[in-house]
């Protein structure tokens, strides 16, 4: 079995305990887990519409890629979840202001529901620099 080792950072919001993490590094790679616009010191959903919760929560995915060593640029693979696709646009319109010139390979689909009833959660694969 590979080795594996948890990322956590304080700049987003905590994994729930004995659940998840916020991330894995294995095999030269670092699994984030999804990500919803919490605040990472409340832990409550932030007040937004779906570009407002897109950039929170980008800007976590950061956050967790950069304590494991990378960064968003370094994406090869994101999955995004909205809670309605006629958010799709509006969710692409923040998306695409990020991961750098090289975009990663990205699923969006519609969810039933998501996490603290919330409109958008992102996860994200990266390598190494």
Request: aromatic share 6%; with cysteine; net charge negative.
């Amino acid at each position: 079995m590979a080795n594996k080792t948890a990322v956590s950072t304080a700049n987003a919001p905590k994994a729930l305990p004995g659940i998840y993490n916020q991330a894995i590094v294995a095999n030269g790679m670092v699994f984030c887990s999804g990500v919803v616009a919490l605040d990472k010191d409340t832990m409550k959903i932030k007040d937004g519409d779906v570009k407002a919760h897109t950039h929170d929560i980008i800007q976590n995915l950061s956050a967790i890629l950069e304590s494991a060593g990378t960064c968003l640029e370094h994406a090869v693979k994101v999955n995004v979840f909205l809670s309605n696709m006629d958010d799709f646009a509006a969710m692409n319109e923040v998306y695409m202001q990020y991961w750098g010139d090289v975009k990663p390979c990205r699923t969006c689909v519609a969810v039933k529901t998501l996490p603290y009833n919330t409109d958008v959660e992102i996860e994200c694969s990266a390598v190494f620099p």
